[in-house]
C-alpha cells in the first residue's frame, strides 16, 4: 500500500509490497474547511486495513466520529469499498449529511462506449440535411430535460436562456430544468459518447439506480423518452459552442456535482500525449460560486446563486458560441422558437395539439429568453404561446378527422391522424405556413387562372411523423396504400386527395437516426404486407377494411364540406387570347348554366357582381371553365362572362370569378338600377359669364385683352346638374370640364390653352379669367367646352356634351428691347459687339425708334464703345470694351447695365463674367527675405503670370522655367492658374567645407515672346544634418573594434554579443554630440524597445546568438530623423557548440511485416541546441550498435556516408509477431538514440469468419439469417489486414440457390472487415455452402465455407385442395354441394393446426367473364362444424350453404387469412340451374287493361305484344323443353253469378314453343257483351297431360262508352302505380323489421359469448373484474404478450443438429430434434448413452429410408419406422415386482422425462426401441443399491444411468471413461433440447383466450352500437316521413278503388289478383346495404 498527498511536498508510504493492478482512491478530509486531500493505494486492502491507515495517516482520535461516503453520498461499507475502482474520490465528513466546506473533485474516465464502433455508421447515413440545424441542436438538449422531468408531479419546468449581453461575460446558452439530477456516476456515463441507456447496465458503466426500463404503453406514446442514444447531447453542445459546463443537483443530495468538457481541453491532450477521455467531476456546496474566477463566466454567479430555491435540477451552460451562431439566434429568433413549438407540439398542449377553441395544456412549461446588451430590452417567449407552428394551423383549419393505427410484428405501434380541410366556395382551407407563399387573392386570379390555380395543392406528403411525441422533422410520408390517390377511377375528384393533412405517432419500436432528425425504418415497416391498420372510432378501435372506411369517410367530407359549383350544359371548347399567360389561353371549356349553393344561373339571366371595381350589372353570355371538359362537372371556380348593362353606357363584355357573383341581387332591383342609371346620363351644357363680358360667335380682340370668368353646369335628362356619373352604391367616376384655346395657323390648328375644372358644389365648373398674356398670338382661335371622363369625350359609344366659340386677335405697338448677340464671357481689353431687338408689350418684333444713344455702364470697371447702327428691328453697338482689376481668376457674374432713352422699357441689365488679359510681365518671389539655402536642400519659388492690369492671367502652355547653372532646368506649368510654385531639385556644392557659393537663377516663359526673362542670385551655404554613422564594440582592454558594413561576425550558439557602441558624423564629417533627441531617432532590428539612456550615451542593447547554425540573422542599427536617414549593418554567424547527444533520424516510420524499412536511417552528434556538430568520423562506423525487441539483425548494415559526414543504418526487419509499434536503440560511445517504427500487418492473404450465426446452419426456404456475417482480412500470420483495396464476395455453391443481400460484394473497412446481412435464402431442399472470397490486385484471397441446409416450411401454408362431388347438380335456391378443403404446406403435406374460422368461400355470379379476384358483392360463408364421426384435423368442409336463387354461371374461391398469409384457390364454376317449374308468368307485369266495347280498335286491345313462360318459384325460366298450347279465356267467380263475359276477337288457344308463349295483340269483339263497369279476369291456362301449372290471370274492366273508359284508364293508371309503391314500401319495411330482429339475435349471441369467455377467463385466475373496457382488455393482452415474448426470448438449450428433412410427410426426422428434456443434468446423460443414434433420420417408410441411403452413399444412418417392433404393454419399473420398500435415488425410465412437440405416439415409439427400459436415478450409490436389490430378487436389472453423468450396464459394470457423460458443452450440441417453461405454456392460453375475449368484446361493442343506430334509423324523421307518405298513398288508393267500385264491378277479379299475388310466393327480402355478406 502507497500513500501519496497531492501537495507539491508528496510522501509515499509502503507498508508491504503488492503485485497487484493499482487502484488509487482520492479521500478528501472535509471537517474542516482547511483539511487535505490524500491518495492511497488500496489494491490488496479490505475495508478495516483501508479505515486503519485512513486514521494513522490523518491522525483521527479514536474518539471522534466520522464517516466516508462517495461522491454521491453513498456511506462506505464492506461491500461498496469493494466496488470501488482506481480514480474513485470519498469523502471523510463528520456525518453523513454535513455540507462541504470546501470543494473537492474526482477524476472520472469517459471512454467512448462500444458502441462508437458498432453503430459509428448511423450519423453519416442519418446525418442532418442542412436545414435549419441550430433548433434542431437545441432541441436535443431539451429531449434530456424533458426525459430528466418525466417522473415530476408538479409544473415541468425547462428553460433556455439566451445571454449575449456583453457586460456580463461571454455569449453562452444555458439550458435549466427542474428534473430529478444526475449523480456524480451518472454524470460519468453522461460523459460516455454512445453510451445509451439502454447499455447502462454492464459491468464498466452500472450506475447507482436501475436501468432502464421502458415505460408503459400511452396514448401516442408522448412518454417523454425521448433521450437515450448518449450522443446528441454531446453533439449538439459541440455544435452550438466549443464548450459546456454540466451543473447538476440530484434528488435528496446536499451537494453539487460540475463537469467541464471543451474543445480546448481536448486539443491540448491530445497535442500533450495525454488521456484525452478524462477529467474531473467539480463537487460542492449548494450556491458556492467562489470557483468561478474567468470574467467571461460572471454570469455564472447569478445562476449558481439560484440554486438555493431549486430542490433537484441540471444547467447545461454552453460558451464558447461562434458569432454566426450567435447572430442566427438573435436575428432568427421568432423563426426558430417557432421551430421548437412545432417539434414539441403535443409535449406543450397535450394529446389534442393546440386547439384554439378547445385549448389543453400540459404540466410542461418551456421558456426561451433572449438577453442582449442595453438598451435592448430581453424577449420571453413561452412555446406554449406560439401560434403560428403548423400543428397548430392544421389543427384550427381542420374540418374532420380520420383517426387509425397501425401495428408491426415487430411490436411497432402508430397512432395516425388524417385531418380534412375543405375547399369553400372560392378558396383552399390547406394551411399555409408564415414562411411560405400566400396563396394567390380572388383579385390576382382575374386574368382566368382560378380554373386550375385555386385548387389545392399538388402532391404533397401528407404525414408529418413523431417519434415517443416527438417531431422527427426530415421524415414525411406522402400515403400509404389505402390512402393513396387513386391512378384514373376516384368516388372523389383528385384534388380531394391534396386536402388531406396528418400526423403519425409512433414508438420506440421503430428506429430513428441518432440527432433524431429522420426515421430509418418506419416507412419500410408500415408498407410490409404484414401490418395491420385499424380505424380508431371515439376511442375504440375497429377491425374494418380501412380503405374502403378511408374511401367513405373521404366521400363524405368532400359531399358535406367542400362547397363546389357544378357546371351544367356543355356547349363547346374556346381559346382565349387576352389570357396574359400563354398555357392559360387553351383549353376553355364554355358552359350554359351552373349550380351554385342551391341556386341555379343559367345564360341570359341578370346579374350583379360583388368585390369588383366597378361592381358589374350585365346579363350571363357564358360561364367558362379551364381545363379540357366535354361534360357537366364539378369544380372548385370558374369564370362567368357578362354583357354590361345599360348597353348604352357600356356596350362591352366583362369576365370575372364565379365567386364574385352576387347571390342574393334580384332581376328587378339590377333592371331598377339600369334605368336610374340612364336617367341619370349627362344630356347638355349651361354657361355663364359672371362679370357680364359675355363672348359672341366670332368676336374680335386684341392682343391682351381678359378673357371670362367662365361658369360651366352639366344637366341631365331631367335638366338637374350633375357631376359624376352614374353608379350605384359605389365610387362613381367624377366628371371633368375641359376649357381648350385652339389658334388656327398656317398648319393648322393648334391648342394653346387646356384647362381642366373639378366640380365645385358652389360654384359648378369654374374657369377663372384668362389674363393678359393669354391672348397674345394673332390669328384665329376656338374656345371649346368639353365633358371629359377618364381623359375622353366618349362613353358608351357616344359623346358626352360640349360647346363651341369662334374669335379673332390683332397685334399691339412696340415698348421694350433685348439683348439678341453679346458675349457674356469677356477679357480685360478686349473689344466685343452688341446687337439689340426691339419688341412691342406681346414680343411681337418693332422696328427701332430714330436717334438712339444708348447707354453703358458696370460698377468698378471702365466700360467703353466705339459707334452704334442700326437694321430692321436691330440695334448695333461696335467696338465694347472693358477693363480693370479682377480680384481671382473665378468667373464672378457682374451686372452690364443697358440703357436706350426714349422706349417705355428702356433699360436692360445683362451678366457678363471679366476673365484677365493676355500675359504681360512675371513676378518671381520667395518666402524668404535672401536668396539663401543650405547645401543639399531644394529652394522654393512663387510664379505669377499677370495681363497689362496687373491681374494674374491664364491659359493653354502658360509654362515657366527656372534654369539654375550645372542643375538640370526645372518648370512649373501655370496654364490652369496663373501662378504656381516652383521647388528646385536639392542645391549641392561640391568642396563647400565652411564656406558659401552665390549662383544665378533665370526665369523665362518660352511660349510668350513679348513677356521678358526675370535673373534672381542664390546663396549656398554648408548643411549640419547627420551624414554618417559608425558601429563599434570594445573589448576587454577598452579597444575600440569598428565594424564594416554588412560584415560577417562568428560568435558561439547561444551566447551574448555585449560592448556594442555607436557614433554619428555631420557633412563635415564632425562627430555630433548624442542627446535624448538622437536617442529617440536610433532604431535597431532585434529589440523593439531600447533603453534611450543608454543609446543617449551611444550604447546600443546586446544581442542574444541564435541557438541554431543554420539561423544567421541580419543586424541593422539606423538613425532617421526630417532632414537625413543613415544606417548600418552586420551579418552574426553562430557556430556549434560541443557534441551531447545522438540524433537517429528515419525516412519511414513503418514497416510491413516480414519486409525490410524501406530508406535509410541516419545517425548525427549535436549539440545542447540540437546543431549537427561534424564530429562524426568513418571510425565511428564500428563502435555503433543497433538493438530492438524482435530486431532481425542479419540484414543489417552501417555505412559511412562522405557527402553528408554522417552513419547511414540499412536492412532493419522484425520478425513476424503481434502488429504495433516498436522500439530501436543506437548507441554510440556514451550516446543514445531512440526510435519508435510502427510494425503493420503483412499483405492481404486470407479471410476469416469473426462472427455470425449459430452452426450448423439451417434456413427455411424464403427466408433470411438473422445474425449477419463478420469477416475479416488477416495477413500470413493471422494478423487483421486493413487494405481497403480488397473487396470480398458472397456466393453460393450451387446456381439453383438464390442468396439476396443489400450488397453481393464489398471493399473491407478500414479495420479490415465486412459484414454481410444475408435477406433471403431461396432454393432446392437440400444442403449448399457460402462461400467468401476476397480479390487483391487481380489475386484471389480464400476464405471461409459456410455450410447450410435448406429446408421447406412444414407450418407454411402454400396452396388449398378442394374436393367436391362435380357430378352434382345446383338448383336455384336448393344447398351447395359440399366441399372438403385442405391446406398444404410448403413441403406438401397437410397442415393441421389451421383455425377454421381463417378458411371463407366467396360465391359470386359471372356476369360476362371471369374476374381474377371476387367482386364487392360476393357472398361469403364460413367454415361449417365438424360433425362427430368427423376426426380428420386436415379437412375442412363447408356444408349447407345456401345456393343461389338465380340461375347462371357462378364462381367459387376459397382464400385462407392468417396473419400476413393471404392464400386463395382457383375459381371453380358452378351451373346454376332452374328448379321445378309451378307457374306461367309474362317477362313483365303488364297494366290493368281497361276496354270498352266500343268501334275504335285501341278503345278494345286487352293485351299487347305480352310473353308468358314457365317459371320456378324464384321467377326462372323452367320449362324450356315442355311444348303445347295455352288456352285463354274470360271468367269471372263463382259468386259473380252469371254474368255476360266479353267476347275476344283472336283465336282462344296460344301455340307454347320451349316454354314460352307469345301474343301479339288480344282484343274483346266490337259490341261485345258484357257488364259496364265490371271487373273480368283473363286466364292464361297451359293444357295438356301432366300439365298442373298455376294459370296467369290478368283482370281488366269492362265499360260501354269511351268517355267512361278513358277517366277509369286514368284512375286504373293512378291505382297501378300506387299499388306498385305500397309493395315496394311493405318490402321495405318488412327488410327493417327483419334486419331489426337479426341485429337484436347477434347483440344477445355476442352478450352471451362475451360472458362464456369471462366465465372461462375467471377459471384460469385472470382478473376479469378490470376488464371493462377494450381499452383494459388490451392493455392486459399487452402485458401478457410482452410477458411472453420476455420468456421466449429468455435463452435455452437446444439441440444444434441440423434436419434438413424434419417436415417432410415421408420423414419424422432426425432423433435429437425428437423429443425435448426439462432438466439439464437428465438432458445430459441421456443424450450422451445414446450419442450414436442423436442423429439418425427416422422415416416413415424402409422405401424411404432406402432413398436416404442411396442418396448419401450410406453415410447417413436411417430407421424406418415400420420396421420398429416394441412390446405395446408399458411394463412397471423392476423393483415394483419385487416387493420391496420404495428404494432411494427418485428410480424412473428415462423414456419417460421426454417430452415429445409433434407426433407423440410414433415418437414414444422410436425412444421405446432406442432406450428401451433404461433407468435414471439420482446417484451411482443409489444405483448399485436399487440394482442389488432388483438382482436379489431374480429379476433382470436394465441399464441405470445417474443425474450425476455415471453409466451402470445392464451387466452391472460401472466406471471408467467410457461409462462417465462428458460435460454438457462438450457435447457441442449433440443435446436435446430444453422446453419452454409451464408460464410459456399459460401465457400462450391466456394470450388466446384473451384475445378471443377482446374480439368478442369488440363483436359485442360493435353489435349493440348497430342495434341502436338501427333503431335510431327506425326513429329518424326520414323514416317518418315515408311512413307518413305511404300512409298518404294508402289514402289515395283507397280513394281510387272506391271511385272505381262506384259502378257494379265483380270481385272475382281482385280475387284473381290476390290469387297471382299469392301464387309468386312472398317477396323476396332485399340484401343489406352491405357490399358482402358473411354466412354462417
Known sequence: MSLERTSDDARLLAPFEETRAQKRISVYDRRSIDGEAIIVETSGLDYNQFLRFITEVLIIPSTERFVLTTTDRTMLDFDKFQELEDGNTLHLMQTEHQELPAATQEKIVFTPHYDTLVRSGMYEYYASEGQMALPYALAELIDNSISATASSKGERSIELRLLFDDTLGKPAVVFVDNGSGMTSKQLNNWAVYRLSKFTREDGKFRSDHQGYTRPEDVSRSINSDISCFGVGGKQAIFYIGNSTRMITRPTGSPDVHELILSKEDFESKAMNNEDIYSGFIHNRKVGDSSHVQKESECFLHNLIAEETEKG??????????????????????????????????????????????????????????????????????????????????????????????????????????????????DRETYPQGPHTHPAPTEDELEDGESGAGSQADGRRHIFECFWNGRLIPYTTLSEFEWCKRPGKHSP???????????????????????????????????????????????????????????????????????KQVHFVGFKKTITRAEMQTKKMQYPWATFSSIEWDNKTFKTGQLVKSLRTQPILYGYIVQF???????????????????????????????????????????????????????????????????????????????????????????????????????????????????????????????????????????WSFWFKAMGTATLTKLGQYTLELNTMLNDTKMFGGKTLPSHQLNLTITEGKAERFVVEAFTSTLRVGVANDMVLTLLDAFDHPAPAPPLLTPELSCRNLIVSYETTSSSGTQFTIHGVKVSGSVPNYHCKARDLNVVLPGLESSSQTIKISLLPGYPHSLDVTSEKETFTVENGNPMTFNIKVLDEAGNITAQPKLVVYCRV?????????????????????????????????????????????????????????????????????????????????????????????????????DEGQRLLPLDQHTARSMKVNWLAEVNLEDLARGKLPYIQVPTQVTNKPFYQISYKDQRASVDASFILVPCPDVPSQLKVTLEHSSVTMGEVLPGDIHLQLLDQHGNVTQKLTPQCVDAIKVEGVELDSTS????????????????????????????????????????????????????????????????????????????????????????????????????SLEVKCPVMSKPVDREGKASFSVERIAGPKGEFSLEFRGLFNQRPIPGPSIQLTVVLDPSKPARLVVDYDTNTICPAGEALPVFSVSVLSEEGGPIRNVNPAALSMMLWRIETTSLPTPPSGAIQFKCSKPLENEADDFHFYFRDKPGAEQTGKYSLQFSLTSGRTILKSKQYVLDVVANEPIKLAPDSQPTTPIVSNVEAPDSRVLVKDLSLRIRDR??????????????????????????????????????????????????????????????????????????????????????NDAEN??????????????????????????????????????????????????????????????????????????????????????????????????????????????????????????????????????????????????????????????????????????????????????????????????????????????????????????????????????????????????????????????????????LQGRVFGAPHPALYHTLSSDIGDLQGYLEAFEASKKAKEELNDHVQKLRSPENMEIN?????????????????????????????????????????????????????
Open 624 to 762: 367558362l371553365l379551364y381545363g379540357d371538359h366535354d361534360s357537366d362537372i364539378y369544380a372548385t371556380n370558374g369564370m362567368v362572362e357578362i354583357s354590361l348593362e345599360p348597353k348604352e353606357v357600356y356596350d362591352e363584355c366583362r369576365t370575372f370569378l364565379i365567386s364574385k357573383i352576387d347571390r342574393t341581387a334580384t332581376n328587378a332591383s339590377i333592371q331598377k338600377f339600369i334605368d336610374t342609371e340612364m336617367n341619370k346620363m349627362p344630356d347638355k351644357l349651361q354657361l355663364v359669364w359672371p362679370e357680364g363680358n359675355a363672348l359672341s360667335e366670332n368676336a374680335v380682340m386684341h392682343a391682351g385683352d381678359r378673357l371670362g370668368p367662365l361658369k360651366v353646369s352639366i344637366l341631365n335628362k331631367k335638366g338637374e346638374e350633375i357631376a359624376r356619373m352614374p353608379q350605384s352604391n359605389q365610387g362613381a367616376r367624377k366628371l371633368v370640364m375641359e376649357l381648350r384655346l385652339v389658334c388656327h395657323g398656317p398648319n393648322g390648328a393648334q391648342v394653346i390653352q387646356t384647362h381642366t375644372a373639378q366640380h365645385s358644389p358652389k
Open 965 to 1065: 547653372p550645372q542643375h538640370t532646368p526645372i518648370s512649373v506649368d501655370c496654364s490652369t492658374t496663373g501662378a504656381g510654385q516652383l521647388i528646385t531639385k536639392p542645391i549641392t556644392a561640391r568642396n563647400l567645407n565652411e564656406q558659401q557659393r552665390v549662383v544665378k537663377a533665370k526665369f523665362d516663359l518660352p511660349s510668350q515672346k513679348q513677356v521678358s526673362a526675370v535673373w534672381k542670385e542664390l546663396i549656398v551655404v554648408p548643411s549640419t544634418r547627420v551624414s554618417r554613422l559608425e558601429v563599434y564594440f570594445q573589448d576587454a582592454g577598452g579597444l575600440d573594434s569598428v565594424l564594416r558594413n554588412e560584415e560577417q561576425v562568428e560568435w558561439k550558439a547561444g551566447d551574448l554579443l555585449e560592448n556594442l557602441h555607436y557614433r554619428l558624423y
Open 312 to 425: 433537484s435540477f441540471t444547467a447545461v451552460v454552453i460558451t464558447g458560441i461562434p458569432p454566426e451562431h450567435a447572430q442566427s439566434l438573435k436575428n432568427d429568433f421568432d423563426k426558430w422558437t417557432r421551430e421548437l413549438a412545432h417539434i414539441y407540439h403535443y409535449y406543450i398542449h397535450g394529446l389534442n395539439g393546440n386547439d384554439l377553441v378547445h385549448p389543453l395544456n400540459s404540466n410542461i412549461n418551456i421558456e426561451v429568453s433572449l438577453q442582449e446588451k442595453p438598451p435592448r430590452c430581453p424577449r420571453v417567449v413561452n412555446l406554449r404561446e406560439v401560434d403560428n407552428d403548423m400543428q397548430t394551423l392544421y389543427i384550427n383549419s381542420a374540418a374532420d378527422t380520420f383517426e387509425f393505427k397501425a401495428c408491426t410484428p415487430s411490436g411497432g405501434a402508430v397512432d395516425g391522424v388524417l385531418r380534412y380541410h375543405p375547399f369553400l366556395y
Open 1605 to 1866: 273508359q278513358k277517366l277509369m284508364s286514368e284512375l286504373a293508371r293512378k291505382k297501378d302505380r300506387l299499388s306498385g309503391d305500397l309493395v315496394k314500401f311493405r318490402e321495405y319495411s318488412k327488410n327493417l323489421e327483419d334486419l331489426r330482429r337479426e341485429l337484436t339475435c347477434k347483440n344477445q349471441q355476442a352478450a352471451k359469448k362475451v360472458t362464456e369467455l369471462k366465465s372461462e377467463l375467471s377459471r384460469r385466475k385472470v382478473n376479469v373484474t378490470q376488464l371493462k373496457s377494450d381499452l383494459e382488455v388490451r392493455t392486459a393482452l399487452s402485458e401478457k404478450i410482452a410477458q411472453f415474448n420476455r420468456i421466449s426470448g429468455e435463452p435455452r438449450r437446444t439441440c444444434a443438429i441440423a434436419d434438413p428433412y424434419r417436415g417432410d410427410r415421408d420423414f419424422l426426422g432426425k432423433v435429437g430434434q425428437l423429443a425435448l428434456v426439462e432438466d439439464d443434468a437428465s438432458a445430459r446423460v441421456i443424450s450422451w448413452h445414446i450419442q450414436g443414434d442423436m442423429d439418425c433420420l427416422v422415416t416413415v417408410t424402409t422405401a424411404a429410408a432406402r432413398q436416404v441411403y442411396d442418396r448419401t452413399g450410406g453415410a447417413q444412418q436411417v430407421l424406418p419406422l415400420d420396421s420398429i417392433y416394441v412390446n405395446p404393454t408399458d411394463r412397471p419399473l423392476p423393483h415394483l415386482g419385487c416387493r420391496t420398500p420404495t428404494p432411494p435415488g427418485n428410480p424412473v425410465f428415462a423414456r419417460d422425462l421426454l417430452i415429445y412437440p409433434n407426433d407423440t405416439e410414433s415418437c414414444k415409439k422410436v425412444f421405446k426401441n432406442l432406450l428401451g427400459d433404461t433407468i435414471l436415478i439420482d446417484d451411482l450409490d443409489a444405483g448399485n443399491a436399487y440394482r442389488k436389490s432388483v438382482v436379489q430378487s431374480n429379476r433382470s436389472c436394465p441399464t441405470i444411468l445417474t443425474r450425476r453423468g455415471e453409466r451402470i450396464g445392464a451387466r452391472g459394470k460401472f466406471g471408467g471413461a467410457q461409462n462417465r457423460a462428458p460435460a454438457l458443452s462438450a
Open 492 to 562: 372523389v375528384p383528385l384534388e380531394c386527395y391534396s386536402r388531406l393533412s396528418g400526423v403519425l405517432f409512433a414508438n420506440d419500436r421503430f428506429q430513428v437516426s441518432t440527432n433524431k432528425l429522420t426515421f430509418i425504418d418506419l416507412e419500410l415497416q408500415l408498407q410490409k404486407k404484414d401490418t395491420i391498420f385499424t380505424r380508431i372510432v371515439n376511442g375504440q378501435e375497429q377491425r374494418v377494411q380501412i380503405k374502403r372506411e378511408f374511401s367513405q369517410w373521404l366521400t363524405g367530407c368532400h359531399e358535406r364540406l367542400d
Open 1196 to 1295: 543489417l548494415t552501417v555505412l559511412w556516408q562522405e557527402s553528408s559526414k554522417d552513419v547511414v543504418v540499412r536492412g532493419v526487419r522484425f520478425s513476424p509477431g503481434k502488429p504495433g509499434p516498436r522500439e530501436l536503440t543506437f548507441t554510440l560511445r556514451t550516446f543514445t538514440g531512440l526510435v519508435k517504427v510502427t510494425l503493420t500487418a503483412g499483405p492481404p492473404a486470407a479471410l476469416q469468419l469473426l462472427s455470425g450465426p449459430q452452426l450448423p446452419l439451417q434456413v427455411f426456404n424464403g427466408q433470411g439469417i438473422p445474425s449477419p456475417f463478420l469477416i475479416q482480412l488477416c495477413d500470413a500470420w493471422g494478423n487483421p489486414s486493413p487494405d481497403k483495396r480488397v473487396v470480398v464476395a458472397l456466393t453460393s455453391s450451387s446456381p
Open 1514 to 1599: 324464384f321467377g326462372n325460366p323452367a320449362g324450356l323443353e315442355v311444348d303445347g298450347q295455352v288456352e285463354v279465356r274470360v271468367e269471372l267467380s263463382p259468386e259473380d253469378g252469371d254474368k255476360e263475359l266479353p267476347t275476344l276477337e283472336a283465336p282462344s288457344h296460344l301455340q307454347l314453343t320451349k316454354g314460352t308463349a307469345h301474343v301479339s295483340k288480344l282484343s274483346i269483339n266490337r259490341d261485345s257483351p258484357g257488364i259496364n263497369g265490371a271487373e273480368y279476369v283473363l286466364m292464361f291456362q297451359i293444357r295438356g297431360p301432366g300439365m298442373t301449372l298455376a294459370p296467369y290471370l290478368l283482370p281488366f274492366r269492362f265499360y
Open 1924 to 1976: 307518413q307518405a305511404m300512409d298518404e298513398n294508402k289514402r289515395k288508393l283507397t280513394e281510387i278503388e272506391s271511385q272505381l267500385e262506384r259502378t257494379p264491378v265483380s270481385t272475382s277479379g281482385r280475387r284473381a289478383l290476390r290469387e297471382e299475388e299469392e301464387a309468386a310466393g312472398p317477396p323476396q327480402k332485399r340484401p343489406r346495404a352491405s357490399a358482402q355478406r358473411t354466412l354462417q
